[in-house]
């Protein structure tokens, strides 16, 4: 008789049969599941890569230095303050070894010479991806989870921009990305927001257009609007792409719009003809190529670009106004970089001639424009109130707009699931970023970004200046970073101040850290030179480097201004260092300068840099010195030479750690020096 | 009865392997079909450029594609490629009317020499190559040449530009510039380090050469020094290290 439940049809007997295989089966299932775990560890990317470096520096000459080294298991860098928990040092085993610089598989390569230490901000500060991530897809590519890829190596210093707040003098490309932002209007419509709490300042202001019918056409304005570029090569202003009645309508609301300033069109100033040549000699004593650039016949920029370029100035500026520009350009813009040249009306109509000839009838020629109706007018208005021209120009009656654009102060790590990209466009944030600036327009229908003309290069340096505007270098501890130096709103006072801004000094010289840098700092001008040759540098500005080509222009300056600036140049601009007179500017032992030549010539061959006989030296990067005794005073010659770096912070000649014997000495032979400079270098 | 019992391991064994192993991307690029065959490939321009690794070279890459009588031949393909990491857009094609194949090519993340091949086939159906070097500096290389720009170029290098007349040829003991490989080569790292921080007279040369080790830091000068040694030409090998033998 068979047991009533022993039913040889139960699912399990009849998959296994005996309840023994059963139990050896699950078993045999349970241990092979708790093997997974150990299985995939042993499998795993890192300790695969750990093996091949194992196997790489076996055969190696200093294997046993490498492999003491060497720490096997997972590595990280932890710093919770910045965010920081890289693993990435697990499969990059040898990223600081110094003697691997020959290896160039990844992942085992040495990291380039960089000023820090990997141990001190761990990997993704600069270079992004997932630190804590230990498989490779993960790491470093835009998965599911994660959208922080890693950063492609042409946009890396973005990470230095993370901390350092200001320029580095190794990121050019950083430098020159915030430089372009600045310069370029981007922050006039994108606020951007520095770590530190400043916004960034828009470097270059766009020009006034509440008077701009005193200065030109209906016509250039329509054609300038049209193209900018087509007007002058390196126009800042960007192509809005306007329709040809909307630019009719802009530039009938500017004209119309515009209110006029006394002074600042003046009628023909009657002078004898004056030779054809001296206009381009006038332009060029003037040094007005310092700031403007004009394109010569091969097509090429040559010039500044402080200024506008003027390759086509007489199709753009009316006459009278270019003749009252010319005269006194404070009149019509008070803020102008320009300086007041002071020129005679002979010099005045000579440059009107020569400027107004730099034209291009072409530019205008198929600009027909009829009368401007008010509703055009009013349509104008609306326009320029939807283009928001009036952030970067002053326009009188329209007020500056305000959040016109995007915020960017955190466009560095924007969610790539928040943006959206061109067909066929890699789907990273720089690509993103880097494609808004080429072809703003592509990404949507009616977006008013107007079409800038960057280079590769440029874009590229914009992108890496963005990527640094990111959430981490919002929130960095205050130990980490490094913060800008404050600017400076330096500006000196009295009637010497007034002259100076007059002669807008401050677009050329430095001091106390306000101005430019195409002339010297003048910071301690006053300890340095003479008063006399100060006062004759004034009336007859002349070089004082042979190579150089720019010099200070002359700007006919009367005896008064020229006594009260030099006042207050050898008053106000004193280093607290040193006293300027403790040295003699003359009457040393002629042993003293005989021992200075000597050591000027042998021992420390200032003749590689500099001049002192016109004759035998030909040094051509230093100043020449055959008259530096009578321009300079003996105790700066002196301070100079123990330690140049310490009076003009960068300058290029080396410190010679010199004793003071020998500063002494080279001191006397300098200040004997007195020779007629002038006559020698005219030859 | 028997193969049941194993089925499920092996179902886990093909699981586990799935999972460690790695997918290989594989990826080939197809120019147009040529319409037209040279016989010589030669660069027109974008040669011995300087670029910082992984960016753009400044200027595109031009070669042209040549006949037998060195006459440009339109419509013969072209293909580059370069040591790993270097990309090229577009990487093949045909020569333009002109005979002419432009590439903008980025350069790959290590520092070093690239050198890209150009090739073309012939009439034959054989490869006919063009090989061309470019640069690539590193942050620190890239730092180098700005401290070369500032302090060194205005001796060491011979080329006058309007902003900077070199001085080369007003010195009495002509400096070495840093493409002369033969010269620079010879000097290691530390003769170069020496003569840079203490001036010529630390190896018996010329005076003119002034000391920099009060102004420049020691880092500053070795960016500069492997910098000079990335410009050498022919290129710089570092020496390998001496061995003991067995």
């Not at chain 1, 932890?78 to 160039?104: N, Q």
């Not at chain 1, 690509?431 to 009616?446: E, S």
């Not at chain 1, 000094?505 to 002339?519: L, P, T, V």
């Not at chain 2, 493409?179 to 000097?187: D, S």
């Amino acid at each position: 008789m068979q047991p009533p439940n022993s039913n040889p049809t139960t699912w399990w007997q009849k998959l296994f049969g005996d309840p023994l295989r059963a139990f050896g089966v699950v078993s045999a299932l349970l241990l092979a599941l708790l093997a997974i775990a150990p299985a995939k560890n042993h499998f795993s990317e890192w300790r695969h890569y750990q093996k091949g470096y194992l196997r790489l520096i076996r055969t190696r000459g200093e294997a046993i230095t490498l492999q003491r080294h060497f720490r096997p298991g997972i590595q990280q860098i932890w710093h919770p303050e910045l965010g920081v928990t890289d693993r990435c040092t697990s499969c990059h085993v040898g990223l600081k070894e110094a003697s691997l610089t020959d290896v160039s598989v990844q992942p085992y390569r040495k990291h380039p010479a960089i000023p820090h230490n990997v141990e001190q901000f761990g990997c993704v500060m600069c270079h992004r991806g997932q630190g804590a991530a230990t498989t490779v897809e993960e790491a470093h590519s835009s998965t599911l989870a994660w959208e922080q890829p890693i950063l492609p190596a042409r946009y890396i210093e973005s990470g230095c921009g993370q901390c350092h707040r200001a320029g580095l003098e190794s990121t050019p490309q950083l430098n020159l990305g915030r430089a372009l932002l600045g310069r370029y209007g981007c922050v006039q419509c994108h606020t951007i927001k520095v770590a530190d709490g400043t916004t960034m300042q828009a470097t270059q202001d766009a020009p006034s257009l509440s008077h701009i019918a005193d200065k030109t056409t209906r016509e250039w304005i329509f054609a300038w609007l049209k193209d900018p570029q087509a007007y002058a090569a390196s126009a800042t202003m960007p192509n809005f792409k306007l329709k040809d009645e909307d630019i009719r309508d802009i530039s009938a609301f500017l004209i119309a719009n515009s209110t006029a300033i006394s002074g600042d069109n003046i009628a023909p100033i009657a002078q004898k003809a004056s030779d054809p040549a001296a206009g381009a000699s006038l332009y060029g004593e003037s040094f007005c190529a310092s700031c403007h650039a004009v394109q010569n016949a091969a097509g090429n920029l040559v010039g500044g670009n402080v200024g506008p370029e003027l390759t086509r100035i007489g199709t753009k500026a009316k006459p009278e106004w270019l003749r009252a520009w010319v005269r006194n350009p404070r009149v019509y813009d008070p803020k102008t970089e320009m300086p007041h040249y002071r020129f005679t009306d002979q010099q005045v109509a000579t440059m009107e001639g020569f400027l107004l000839a730099k034209s291009d009838p072409d530019l205008l020629a198929n600009v027909h424009l009829d009368p401007a109706t008010p509703e055009q007018i009013s349509h104008g208005k609306s326009l320029v109130m939807e283009y928001g021209c009036a952030s970067c120009h002053e326009i009188s009656g329209i007020k500056k707009p305000e959040n016109f654009a995007p915020d960017l102060s955190h466009i560095g790590n924007k969610s790539v699931s928040q943006l959206i990209f061109l067909t066929g466009m890699p789907h990273t944030l720089p690509d993103y970023i880097a494609g808004k600036i080429r072809q703003p327009r592509a990404f949507a229908p009616g977006l008013k970004m107007p079409q800038y003309t960057f280079t590769g290069a440029q874009i590229d340096s914009l992108t890496t200046a963005l990527l640094a505007q990111n959430d981490r270098a919002q929130n960095l501890p205050p130990s980490v970073t490094v913060p800008s130096p404050p600017a400076s709103h330096y500006r000196p006072a009295g009637k010497a101040g007034q002259i100076m801004a007059d002669l807008a000094c401050f677009s050329c010289h430095a001091i106390n850290g306000r101005g430019g840098d195409m002339a010297p700092d003048l910071t301690w001008e006053g300890s340095s030179v003479q008063r006399k040759w100060l006062e004759d540098f004034f009336r007859n500005p002349g070089t004082l480097r042979p190579a150089l080509i720019r010099r200070m222009p002359k700007f006919n300056l009367s005896n008064e201004e020229i006594t009260t600036l030099s006042d207050y140049i050898m008053t106000v601009y004193q280093t607290p260092d040193f006293d300027r007179d403790s040295l003699s500017e003359s009457g040393y032992p002629a042993t003293q300068v005989e021992q200075g030549r000597q050591l000027f010539y042998s021992k420390y061959a200032c003749q590689s840099c500099h001049i002192v006989d016109v004759k035998a030296d030909k040094g051509y990067i230093g100043p020449t010195l055959t008259g530096v005794g009578s321009r300079l005073t003996g105790a700066w010659v002196y301070h100079w030479l123990k330690n140049p770096q310490a009076l003009r912070p960068g300058t290029v000649e080396p410190n010679r750690n010199m004793s003071d014997d020998d500063a002494r000495a080279l001191t006397a032979f300098l200040m004997a020096q007195k020779g007629s400079s002038k006559k020698e270098a005219k030859r | 009865m028997s193969t049941t019992d194993i089925r499920p391991l092996i179902l886990i064994l093909c699981l586990l392997s799935i999972d460690t192993g790695c997918a290989r991307k594989s990826a080939s690029a197809a120019g147009p079909a040529p319409t037209a065959f040279g016989a010589a490939l030669v660069e027109s321009s974008g040669g011995k450029q300087i670029g910082a690794t992984g960016s753009v070279l400044p200027q595109p890459l031009v070669v042209q594609v040549n006949d037998d009588q060195g006459n440009a031949v339109p419509g013969a393909s072209v293909s580059f490629h370069g040591p790993s990491g270097v990309t090229f857009d577009p990487s093949a094609g045909v020569t333009d009317s002109s005979g002419q194949f432009s590439t903008n090519v980025t350069l790959g993340e290590m520092a070093g020499r690239y050198q890209l091949v150009a090739s073309t086939t012939n009439k034959a159906q054989k490869k006919v190559e063009l090989k061309v070097d470019e640069i690539a500096l590193d942050y620190q290389r890239r730092w180098g040449q700005l401290l070369d720009e500032k302090y060194c170029a205005r001796c060491h290098n011979p080329e006058s530009t309007p902003e900077r007349v070199s001085n080369l040829d007003n010195l009495e003991v002509k400096p070495h510039a840093f493409t002369e490989g033969e010269t620079l080569n010879k000097m290691s790292d530390a003769d170069l380090m020496s003569i840079i921080s203490h001036g010529g007279p630390a190896l018996n040369r010329s005076p003119l050469m002034p000391p920099y080790g009060y102004t420049l830091t020691k880092s500053e000068m070795q960016a500069l020094i492997a910098y000079i040694r990335m410009m050498g030409d022919p290129p710089y090998q570092a020496p390998g290290m001496v061995y003991a033998q067995k």
